[in-house]
């Protein structure tokens, strides 16, 4: 604790930071040394907390640690609050009397791991860096407390307002940096948020993930174009021991010379003729290779039969139609090969993914049986996870170049309709999408689903809105609001330049209606068509972080203030719009062309 008659050196005082430090160590009645690096700031100091003029240096030079020597005598200080770096922070740590404290809030110097010298601590003295971020993860208790502390010191007084306070939009950002690096920062810089605010976004720069070189990966029914593809991703990225699981022990050409590629790569490709859906013949591969092979730490699931046969000419069939031998020909290598491999491959395997498909999720005709395979996979990664395994499900629509709708194209595009329905994704987008679902470092959702589209997209190709986008799971691609698009294809009117062309409230009223409806429709994941107009906005079952983000689209969008009260109120949204309309700043109906009102 900072004592009466104790020494202080405080750096960066004129910062938000420094004049809390300041206004507190006043309080106790200590001894302030202070820092600045601008005449501007200097006069800060003096003219706001009347500091001894022979108590500020300069912190552009190292002339501030002789001078705090002389004026103490030579014993320095007690504590010392530092967020300067290289030579300051050196000399500052110098400056310590016996017992003294050193607070390191600054973060350039531990991050570069750079060195100090130990003699001070001859001295008994400490040094201790406080990061919030640590202090909130390992002891929320303690930040609790000093909060309350915080607080309480306000209320009393002692800690004040940093001056100058600036508030400024969060569009300001970049240019608040600026303002810190250049070293002209004074005071506290507070950016507030607002719906226009544009500001950008420098995403977290992460290393790749590679696979451990020590360990064997399976590629169950891996040699198709698709899983070809993942093991070329895979060695690229460290992989060193694949094991296929093939149901065919022909080894064609393009196999082949995949495996002379993966062998150049220093990679040990060993294919086994296995079907997953016999156990015991996949016990027997599994006891085979533990011989030969490091321990596995990783499956990919890819094992399918798209067609309602072995045969694969044979088309889909409906459900009332199909035979058992042909359903289950279909189910078997999603079903029973899935729980085959979660049943006898090791407990402790790093990842377990499941290549799955959006028909589990969409339906499509036909396909009854390869749709329930595929949701039965979704179910099996749940309950893995549940039990504590590793397992994420990718539902794969169709792929750029590889895989099995690539090399069936002519067919596929004829017979089965919910390939034309998902938007393609590219092989490295795939290959992207398998590295996040298996980057211990991140923490995916158990289910992925590519290649959805929104309404847009469909009526740019000329499409028919697909069916399953009538589903409330699916509402959110789904906005028939006239603001409710980023497409760049976009060509509705603002409703702010439709508001400007009516000619009377109740016009005005109607086109806010419109708009109300699908802005509640997307805010509540549901049908524009499911939101009843003769209810009230609160019907529909908005909490209050809701009716915030509504009120706030009518204000940016309708241009109008809406009390909180009218918005959760028990007025139905038809006399709701009706209210707004002569609010809004975008209508310019005169007084005296009302109509009705």
């Known amino acids: 604790m900072l004592a009466k008659g104790d020494?202080?050196?405080?750096h960066a005082t004129a910062g938000g930071v420094g004049q809390a430090a300041i206004n507190y160590a006043k309080s106790v009645g200590a001894e302030i040394f202070a820092t600045f690096s601008t005449p501007e700031k200097r006069d800060l100091l003096v003219q706001n907390?009347?500091?001894?003029?022979?108590?500020?240096?300069?912190?552009?030079?190292?002339?501030?640690?002789?001078?705090?020597?002389q004026i103490t005598g030579g014993y320095g200080v007690d504590v010392v609050l530092n967020s300067l770096a290289g030579d300051a922070l050196r000399c500052s740590w110098d400056l310590l009397a016996p017992f003294g404290r050193f607070i390191e809030i600054g973060k350039k110097d531990i991050q570069s791991n750079s060195r100090i010298e130990l003699r001070p601590l001859l001295r008994s003295t400490s040094i201790t860096c406080v990061d919030l971020v640590t202090m909130m993860k390992c002891r929320p208790q303690l930040v609790k407390q000093l909060t309350e502390d915080t607080i309480r010191l306000w209320s009393e007084g002692v800690v004040k307002t940093a001056t100058p306070t600036t508030v400024s939009p969060l569009s300001k950002l970049v240019e608040g940096f600026e303002t810190l690096r250049s070293?002209?920062?004074?005071?506290?810089?507070?950016?507030?948020?607002?719906?226009?605010?544009?500001?950008?976004?420098?995403?977290?720069?992460?290393?790749?993930?590679?696979?451990?070189?020590?360990?064997t990966y399976v590629l169950s029914d891996g040699l198709g174009g698709l899983g070809r593809s993942i093991a070329r991703w895979m060695v690229s990225r460290g992989a060193r021991n694949l094991l296929f699981l093939s149901r065919s022990e022909n080894i064609t050409p393009v196999v082949a010379?995949?495996?002379?590629?993966?062998?150049?790569?220093?990679?040990?490709?060993q294919i086994a003729k296995c079907d997953v859906t016999n156990a015991a013949e996949l016990v027997r591969v599994l006891d085979q290779c533990k011989s030969s092979l490091p321990p596995i730490k990783g499956d990919i699931q890819g094992a399918m039969q798209l067609s309602n046969s072995a045969d694969?000419?044979?088309?889909?069939?409906?459900f009332k139609n199909i035979t058992y031998d042909a359903y289950m020909a279909v189910l078997k290598p999603k079903v029973l090969g899935s729980w085959n491999l979660h049943k006898y491959l090791p407990a402790d395997l790093d990842h377990f993914v499941f290549l799955s498909s959006a028909t589990g999720i969409l339906g499509n005709r036909g396909q009854a049986n390869y749709a329930a395979g595929n949701t039965y996979q979704d179910a099996l990664a749940e309950y893995r996870r549940s039990q504590g395994l590793s397992a994420n499900t990718i539902d794969v629509g169709a792929i750029l170049s590889v895989g099995y709708v690539a090399e069936h194209s002519p067919r596929i595009a004829i017979n089965k309709g919910v390939s034309v329905e998902l938007e393609q994704i590219r092989e490295e987008e795939l290959h992207a999408i398998l590295e996040y679902a298996i980057d211990p470092r991140q923490n995916p959702p158990t289910h992925v689903v590519t290649g959805l589209a929104n309404r847009d997209k469909y009526r740019t190709k000329g499409m028919p809105t697909p069916s399953f986008m009538s589903f409330p799971l699916f509402a959110h691609l789904n906005s028939e609001s006239l603001i409710g698009s980023a497409s760049p294809e976009r060509t509705e009117i603002?409703?702010?330049?439709l508001l400007a062309q009516s000619t009377t409230l109740d016009e005005a009223a109607d086109i806010i209606k419109t708009a109300v409806t699908g802005r509640l429709a997307s805010l509540l994941s549901v049908a524009a068509a499911d939101i009843d107009e003769d209810k009230s906005v609160s019907a529909d079952g908005i909490d209050s972080l809701v009716a915030i983000?509504?009120?706030?689209f009518l204000a940016r969008e309708v241009k109008a203030d809406v009390p909180m009260l009218d918005v959760m109120g028990t007025s139905t949204i038809k006399v709701l719009c009706r209210k707004i309309a002569p609010l809004s700043r975008a209508v310019e109906v005169k007084q005296d062309q009302k109509g009705s009102e």
């Open 312 to 318: 694969s000419h044979l088309p889909d069939s409906i």
């Open 49 to 69: 907390y009347g500091i001894a003029e022979d108590h500020i240096f300069s912190s552009r030079d190292m002339k501030f640690a002789k001078s705090v020597q």
């Open 494 to 497: 603002p409703v702010e330049a």
């Open 183 to 215: 070293g002209r920062g004074t005071g506290k810089m507070v950016f507030v948020p607002h719906a226009d605010d544009v500001a950008p976004i420098v995403p977290e720069q992460q290393t790749p993930f590679f696979f451990k070189q020590d360990a």
């Open 549 to 552: 983000e509504f009120r706030t």
């Open 257 to 269: 010379e995949m495996e002379k590629l993966l062998a150049e790569q220093k990679c040990r490709v």
């Open 7 to 10: 020494k202080v050196l405080i």
